[in-house]
């Protein structure tokens, strides 16, 4: 079974544009999460979807959104980046079946945004 | 709200000694555990994990965690370490409660193998 998958794998951005991250989860999985790691404030949750919905976001500003297609492939998005954006973006995909948080997260290799 | 404190940011073992993580968690309720581990480059990987039941948990590569509630402890320990362990070890906190509020991880502990 094909793991988790993100694209693009390094992303240079400058200030104030957008970045559009990829997250394709293993096949069966419809949770996928989003979490930002950089050395100073380590891994972070930046929210989790299920079925095309939402259903938790960390604390994050309104410029970090996302989204899940019925394929349960996810997106997110940065707008107006900034420097402090910098960090690895990891995704991780559960089954999330009844056992809810219990079930074993996977994650990806990550996409390591850089804003100049 | 949750969280997790790894209080050793660097450890450096000799390769063929035991080893042992440190990870205390707060949360109000028994919560779920997790251990995981990070090498360059790559995802994370996840070595084992605790629910409830026996409060000592065998994982891959070797690895075992003991819970111990009355401590808020979660370390994980391996009786030999290889070169290969050398990486950036997590512990992880989940709400037990059901929600869905994504995993609560420390800041890490890196860990480097002398030879």
């Known amino acids: 079974k094909a793991g988790v998958t993100q694209t693009p794998r390094y992303l240079i951005k400058t200030r104030g544009q957008q970045v559009t991250l990829s997250c394709s989860p293993i096949s069966g999985h419809r949770s996928v999460s989003w979490y930002q790691q950089t050395p100073g404030q380590g891994l972070q949750f930046l929210f989790e979807?299920?079925?095309?919905?939402q259903r938790n976001k960390g604390n994050f500003p309104g410029r970090f959104s996302g989204r899940q297609f019925s394929n349960s492939r996810s997106e997110m998005n940065v707008s107006t980046l900034e420097l402090g954006d910098s960090a690895l973006y990891l995704c991780a995909s559960s089954a999330w079946g009844s056992g809810g948080p219990r079930n074993e997260q996977f994650f990806g290799p990550g996409t390591r945004l850089t804003v100049l | 709200a949750q969280s997790v404190t790894q209080p050793d940011i660097h450890i450096t073992v000799s390769e063929g000694a035991s080893l042992e993580l440190r990870c205390n968690y707060s949360?109000?309720?028994?919560?779920?555990l997790f251990w995981y581990v990070q090498s360059p480059g790559q995802g994370l990987q996840l070595l084992l994990k605790?629910?409830?039941?026996?409060?000592l948990v065998q994982g891959i590569k070797g690895f075992e965690a003991e819970f111990k509630r009355s401590q808020s402890s979660f370390n994980l320990r391996k009786p030999s370490v290889h070169w290969s362990d050398a990486a950036e070890y997590f512990c992880a906190v989940a709400d037990s409660g059901g929600g869905a509020d994504g995993l609560t991880f420390g800041k890490g502990t890196h860990l480097i193998i002398q030879p």
């Open positions: 979807y299920f079925s095309e919905t």
């Open positions: 605790y629910f409830s039941g026996d409060t």
């Open positions: 949360y109000g309720a028994t919560p779920y």
